[in-house]
């Protein structure tokens, strides 16, 4: 017993001395992965020829993931893609879907770019920045009101500055979020590098800057906008109507009566803006998950101000440089602000998207009258009352179609108390 336990305690003192223990393999430290962009998948290798950088500490705290970024592999998608599926946190703890979009595709982006240098320096390669801001437009910048600094819009391609009023853009200026001190139509706030921004954007794509001028929590039809970083725009995510064509009777007549309700507030609010579209498709409107809809994308909107009236003349010839065909082709004709009416966006809907949207969803004869309004709608552009008349008829019979439910969580449980659901 004595040798044994002398055995045992030598084994002990062996198995403790470092010098003599067999030597195992260190484990391997744990390593955070991380998120590599690079600054040319944000666009930031572009400022200031650029949208913005105002929630670039978001992507880079980790606090904007793509949805690919859930993935083991944790690799950034494809940087020609125009939009992305991503998620947002504040707390780190909850997180909410957001889209992250480019205002145009980087094919355009890239050629655009080159289009400024070649241009401009007469060079395939230079900085963006320097060439912008030798331009006559950019020069004209250096004032510090908005009604001096335009007609350093006119010839832009954006429909947003195609019959521009003052009170317009004072409202552009004031509430330009890019800038850490916007209030002011003065532009006292705005440095070089944000009035180029600016300028840059309402020539590539004026979608970012509608979201805005127009927030959400004022009650426009837009998904919130949350920042920019490089040329990338973030904001609330939204499905688009596209994927709602096979939806079930009831959802297709909820969202046909939103669309039209849509229209009808972009033609009469307490702004006295009338706003229409140049061109819609099924991205142009989108639906939160609680089943509200939205304007989705808001590039092809243009905006009269009925208060003032446009500032720009009909026939008058426009400034065209650079920054006028950065995305278009800058020879293209524009529609005149005259010639745009009420039933403008109207005709237009019940030609492309609710025709789509109510194809044989409901039960004869019922089907019928709706498929013979909305042809009364779209064939409506020589007869302005017979458009109000089909949409109004088609609303009434829309209406009773509605289902109250939680699946309309936007309206529910509002909707069993209330006439107006």
């Not at 400022?47 to 949805?67: M, Y």
């Not at 241009?119 to 060439?131: D, F, G, N, V």
């Not at 009420?342 to 998207?353: A, D, F, T, Y």
């Not at 439910?405 to 069993?416: E, L």
């Amino acid at each position: 017993r004595v040798a044994d336990s002398l055995m045992l305690l030598l084994v002990l003192a062996l198995s403790c001395n470092p010098s003599t223990a067999a030597t195992a393999s260190p484990s391997a430290p744990h390593i955070k992965p991380s998120y590599s962009f690079g600054r040319t998948f944000l666009g930031l290798d572009k400022c200031n020829a650029c949208i913005g950088t105002s929630i670039c500490k978001k992507f880079f705290k980790e606090e904007i993931r793509f949805d690919t970024w859930l993935s083991s592999r944790l690799k950034l998608p494809p940087s020609y893609l125009l939009s992305y599926s991503g998620n947002y946190t504040d707390d780190a703890k909850s997180w909410r879907l957001v889209d992250i979009t480019r205002l145009t595709s980087k094919y355009r982006h890239d050629q655009a770019d080159k289009r400024i240098c070649t241009s401009l320096l007469k060079t395939k390669t230079c900085s963006l920045e320097r060439a912008l801001r030798r331009t006559h437009r950019f020069q004209k910048l250096e004032n510090k009101h908005l009604c001096h600094v335009l007609p350093s819009h006119q010839g832009l391609s954006s429909p947003m500055l195609r019959c521009p009023s003052q009170r317009l853009l004072d409202r552009i200026v004031r509430r330009y979020a890019e800038v850490p001190d916007a209030g002011s139509i003065y532009m006292d706030h705005l440095t070089d590098r944000d009035k180029l921004r600016l300028l840059y954007t309402l020539s590539v794509n004026s979608h970012p800057i509608l979201l805005q001028i127009f927030p959400d929590v004022e009650g426009w039809p837009f998904p919130r906008y949350l920042g920019s970083c490089g040329r990338l725009v973030v904001s609330a995510s939204t499905r688009p109507l596209r994927d709602f064509y096979g939806a079930a009777p009831e959802v297709a007549a909820d969202l046909a009566l939103q669309l039209l309700a849509v229209l009808r507030s972009m033609g009469t609010n307490d702004l006295n803006y009338f706003f229409y579209f140049t061109h819609v498709d099924a991205g142009t409107f989108g639906v939160f998950s609680n089943g509200h809809l939205f304007i989705r994308d808001a590039s092809m909107l243009g905006i009269i101000d009925k208060e003032e009236g446009s500032q720009l003349i009909d026939g008058q010839q426009e400034y065209k440089d650079i920054f006028s065909c950065l995305t278009v082709d800058c020879q293209s004709a524009f529609v005149s602000c005259n010639s745009i009416r009420e039933k403008h966006s109207l005709v237009m809907v019940c030609q492309e998207l609710l025709p789509k949207l109510l194809k044989g969803k409901f039960r004869q004869p019922l089907q019928e009258k709706i498929d013979s309004f909305l042809q009364h709608c779209a064939s409506g552009l020589a007869d302005d009352q017979g458009v109000n008349e089909a949409v109004a008829k088609l609303a009434e019979l829309l209406k009773p179609l509605r289902s109250c439910d939680s699946r309309f969580a936007y309206r529910y449980p509002d909707c069993k108390y209330s006439d107006k659901y």
